[in-house]
Structures are given as structure tokens and as C-alpha cells.
């Protein structure tokens, strides 16, 4: 694609975002700036950072894993046994619809 291609709204955003010079040119973007290099972290001394941020974790108490398993199991089921009656509905249709 050259600038040719491109028409008069195009080539004014494209100034506006500093992509073309007042003669239309493109211009070279500036090579994007280099992080300097971090000193990397020895295993030991990233598993104990690893430890101390989970003992920050707030873990649920035994009732409530008890509780939301439930729930979900519970939730599983249900849906489970709807698919099952809507599979069986439509079979029986289709069943009747095809003899």
C-alpha cells in the first residue's frame, strides 16, 4: 500500500499522529526505548516471595468449600437432568416427525 492509495482524511490522521511530515513523507518512528536489565531472582528467593504471598491469600473455611461444592454439584445436576429432558423431548419429536 503507498500513500497514493490513501485519501486526504487518511493522510491527515496520519499527520496528526506524527506518521507523515508536512511534505506527506513518511517519517521514521523513533526506535521505542530499552527497559534496562533486572538483576533476576535466585529460586530459593523466589519461593519464598511465592510463600509470603500466600499467606496473604484469604483461603475459605471448611463450611463454605462444603457449602459451594454442594451448590455446584447441586447446579450440575439440575442441568444435567434438563439437557437429559430436552434430548429426550426432541428425539421423541424428531422420532414422530421422521416416521
Given at each position: ?19 507523515l511530515n ?5 517519517t ?15 529460586p530459593f528467593q523466589?519461593?519464598r516471595?511465592?510463600r509470603?504471598?500466600m ?6 473455611k ?15 445436576v439440575?442441568?444435567t437432568a ?15 416427525l421422521y416416521d
Open positions: 500500500m503507498s500513500l497514493d492509495d490513501l485519501n486526504r482524511e487518511q493522510k491527515r490522521s496520519l499527520k496528526k499522529m506524527g506518521a508536512d511534505q506527506g513523507q513518511p521514521r518512528a523513533p526506535a521505542p526505548a530499552r527497559r534496562p536489565k533486572e538483576a533476576r531472582v535466585t523466589y519461593l516471595e511465592v509470603d504471598e499467606r496473604k491469600v484469604a483461603w475459605p471448611w463450611p463454605e468449600i462444603r457449602r459451594f461444592s454442594l451448590i455446584v454439584l447441586v447446579t450440575v439440575l442441568y434438563y439437557i437429559f429432558g430436552l434430548d429426550s423431548l426432541f428425539g421423541v419429536l424428531s422420532g414422530w
